[in-house]
């Protein structure tokens, strides 16, 4: 049974977990902001909602993860979102940094491969009347029926940078991505300046679940 209700204690600590994220660091208000509206117990089985203003990742099933608070502020800070944007999604999962990105005001795509997770998340996110396009697959190719798009988050850890992310991007774009090896990634922000050229910034190590798939990693197992 999914609970609904957003009560003053829910608000309460939505609000220490905002201070807690200013204090590590995130500065963006507008991201700040929606961490501070957006319910993440909502997105929590029943049997962990009190854990879910935690600054921690937690599991929500087929063996995937919400993102930690903290990760999901730093990647939607790089991303620079701006309202209208057009932003892909590669990672639905929970559906919680979709949602994120939404209040921020951009059009999001997002995209997952695990089928339970997508019908389940699909089917939530519709009930809550948060409207994202939904795409089952391998998000590691990108959507090219869909591109270009205005920015790219990839919230699954990639062994190395797409090159279909970057076709998929426009000029101008910020794809944000962690590469690494399976355990931990580098945060990475790559900025397309022209069609050729590619600004790469690094920033601190994460640890995701893998991004499988063509681009990704071929298998689950190590
Ligand atoms: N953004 C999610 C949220 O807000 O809850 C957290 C994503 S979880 C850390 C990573 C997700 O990436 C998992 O749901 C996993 O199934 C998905 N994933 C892994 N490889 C993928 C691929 N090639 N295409 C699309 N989704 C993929």
Redesign the pocket.
């Known amino acids: 049974m999914l609970k609904l209700e957003d009560t003053y204690r829910h608000k309460g600590q939505r609000n220490a977990l905002v201070k807690l994220l200013e204090k590590k660091g995130i500065k963006d208000g507008n991201v700040l902001q929606a961490i501070g509206t957006i319910p993440r117990h909502f997105?929590f089985d029943t049997a962990l909602d009190s854990h879910a203003y935690e600054d921690k990742?937690f599991p929500?099933g087929?063996g995937?993860?919400?993102?930690q608070p903290y990760t999901?502020a730093f990647q939607s800070e790089l991303l620079e979102v701006k309202p209208g944007d057009k932003i892909l999604?590669?990672?639905?999962?929970?559906?919680?940094?979709?949602a994120i990105l939404h209040l921020l005001g951009a059009e999001v795509h997002s995209?997952?491969?695990?089928k339970k997770?997508f019908d389940k998340t699909k089917k939530f996110l519709t009930k809550l009347g948060i409207p994202i396009h939904f795409y089952f697959?391998?998000?590691?190719q990108g959507i090219p029926s869909q591109a270009p798009f205005d920015k790219i988050i990839v919230?699954?850890g990639a062994p190395v940078v797409p090159n279909s992310l970057l076709k998929q991007l426009e000029v101008g774009g910020i794809l944000v991505i962690p590469v690494g090896d399976r355990k931990t990634q580098k945060m990475m922000k790559l900025t397309k300046k022209t069609a050729k050229k590619i600004i790469q910034e690094e920033y601190d190590n994460f640890a995701?679940?893998?991004?499988?798939?063509e681009e990704?990693w071929r298998s689950q197992s190590v």
């Open positions: 997105f990742a929500i087929e995937q993860t919400i993102s999901v999604e590669i990672g639905t999962g929970s559906g919680y940094q979709a995209i997952e491969f695990q997770l697959g391998d998000g590691s919230t699954a995701f679940v893998p991004l499988l798939g990704g």
